[in-house]
Every structure is written in C-alpha cells, then in structure tokens.
C-alpha cells in the first residue's frame, strides 16, 4: 500500500496504486484491496481494527442438525466446495472521492461453487467521520444447496470482547426459538455467548439486533448498525 500521509482536520486523502487504495482523515487509515473488493486494514484511533483481511463467506462448520436426516446437506456443502469458493471480478473495483469529499469504492466479483456461483455487488462509502456505508448484494445462480451462511467475515483482535447489543436477549435466540426473549439494550461479554451444548450447535445468535458493539476496556472497538 501506498505510504499515507497525515490528514488535517476535516481533510480525507485518497491515495492509490495498482493493488490497493489508501483513505486517511482525522483519526483513521484505511487500505481497500481493489482485486478483493475487501478492506485488508483499518485503522482507527491508531489501533488495527482487523487481525486478518475481510473475506466474503458462505461457509460455516456443519452442526449436529446438519448432519442429522442422512447427513445430506453437510455432504452438498462439501461437495460444493463451499469452503473453497473461486472469485471471478465482474467489474473491477472502482473509487472515487464525491463532492463532499465522502470516498466511494464500487465492485462485482462472482464466487464460484462447484456447479454455481453468488454475483456480489459491493458498495461502500467512506464518510468524513471515519464510518463506513457498507451494501453487498448477493445473487446466488446455478445449482446451490441451502447456503449455511452469506456475508462478510470479520476477524477482530482478542481485547474485544466486550459485547453491547439492542436486539433479542439475554440469551441466545433464533427464528424458531426467540419467544421467551424480549427486544431491548443487552450488555454481555463474547465468553458468556458460547453455550457448552452437549453435541456441536449455534452458538450466540441474537435475532432483531439494531446495532452491535465489540469493545475492548475502554471502549475502544467497532459498533455495527443495521
């Protein structure tokens, strides 16, 4: 990535190379990968908010459900090679900086399955602040068996672990089983969310969840809204 220089109050530089684009302003740096159409760092308050770069995601590990009824649905996701996609650019990555100085990064890539593909259409916006406008819009085609997920994938550093939510609590919930939960302000940490279920299951789901907060000590981390 291109070296960043220092932005001054209220400025957001843009810089970019053949690989990557760097945003900096007041407070944050931001390197977006241009063939990933994903951000490999960001940078806010001078801490690194990601471990790993972002990386788009239909894979999960298959529970006690999934293998259940003949197994068939975990042996169609690995037959599929869900845990394997191939990435296809449609459209290159494109930015630019807006009239009000706001910075926008546009992108189409395909991953491909085995006997299909999910088109995503990647849009982000980079505002003044620091915050970011994220819109991925999946277009699953061809021969797929029910997806165990679709998103991005985030991997976040260990101190954040302090978890704040408004949604469905305080226990874990799903859309079958939320109806002794009730919506409003939760606060738990990430290790109260794992459940010691005697065979493999989901872990810390919360449905109706308005905004996400994962915060180290002193508040310091990432808060997500819907």
Same mark, same amino acid.
């Given at each position: 990535? &291109?070296?960043?220089? !220092?932005?001054?109050?209220?400025?957001?530089?843009?810089?970019? *190379?053949? $690989?990557?684009?760097?945003?900096?302003?007041?407070?944050?740096?931001?390197?977006?990968?241009?063939?990933?159409?994903?951000?490999? +760092?960001?940078?806010?308050?001078?801490?690194?908010?990601? #471990?790993? &770069?972002?990386?788009?995601?239909?894979?999960?590990?298959?529970?006690?459900?999934?293998?259940? @009824?003949?197994? $068939?649905?975990?042996?169609? $996701?690995?037959?599929?090679?869900?845990?394997?996609?191939? *990435? +296809?650019?449609? !459209?290159?990555?494109?930015?630019?900086?807006?009239?009000? %100085?706001? #910075?926008?990064?546009?992108?189409?890539?395909?991953?491909?399955?085995?006997? %299909?593909?999910?088109?995503?259409?990647?849009?982000?916006?980079?505002?003044? *602040? %620091?915050?970011?406008? @994220?819109?991925?819009?999946?277009?699953?085609?061809?021969?797929?068996?029910?997806? &165990?997920?679709?998103?991005?994938? @985030?991997?976040?550093? =260990?101190?954040?672990?302090?978890?704040?939510?408004?949604?469905?609590?305080?226990?874990?919930?799903?859309?079958?089983?939320?109806?002794?939960? /009730?919506?409003?302000?939760? =606060? !738990?940490?990430?290790?109260?969310?794992?459940?010691?279920?005697?065979?493999?299951?989901?872990?810390?789901?919360?449905?109706?969840?308005? @905004?996400?907060?994962? /915060?180290?000590? =002193?508040?310091?981390? $990432?808060?997500?809204?819907?």
């Amino acid at each position: 990535a &291109p070296a960043a220089r !220092s932005a001054a109050k209220g400025e957001v530089i843009r810089e970019e *190379d053949d $690989w990557s684009v760097t945003v900096t302003g007041r407070g944050f740096r931001y390197v977006y990968n241009k063939e990933t159409a994903c951000f490999d +760092s960001l940078v806010r308050r001078g801490r690194e908010l990601l #471990t790993r &770069p972002m990386q788009m995601n239909i894979w999960r590990a298959p529970t006690d459900n999934d293998k259940g @009824f003949g197994n $068939w649905i975990a042996k169609d $996701w690995k037959n599929q090679q869900l845990d394997n996609l191939r *990435d +296809s650019i449609i !459209s290159p990555s494109t930015t630019e900086t807006l009239p009000n %100085g706001n #910075t926008k990064a546009h992108a189409i890539i395909a991953y491909c399955t085995t006997e %299909g593909n999910i088109t995503t259409e990647y849009e982000y916006t980079i505002l003044m *602040d %620091g915050s970011i406008d @994220f819109h991925a819009t999946y277009q699953p085609q061809g021969n797929l068996p029910p997806l &165990p997920c679709i998103g991005t994938t @985030f991997v976040l550093p =260990k101190e954040l672990r302090q978890l704040t939510y408004f949604g469905r609590g305080p226990w874990d919930n799903y859309p079958d089983r939320h109806a002794s939960t /009730t919506i409003n302000l939760w =606060k !738990s940490t990430v290790d109260e969310q794992y459940v010691h279920y005697p065979r493999p299951q989901d872990s810390g789901n919360h449905d109706d969840v308005v @905004f996400v907060e994962l /915060t180290n000590n =002193k508040h310091h981390g $990432w808060r997500i809204e819907c």
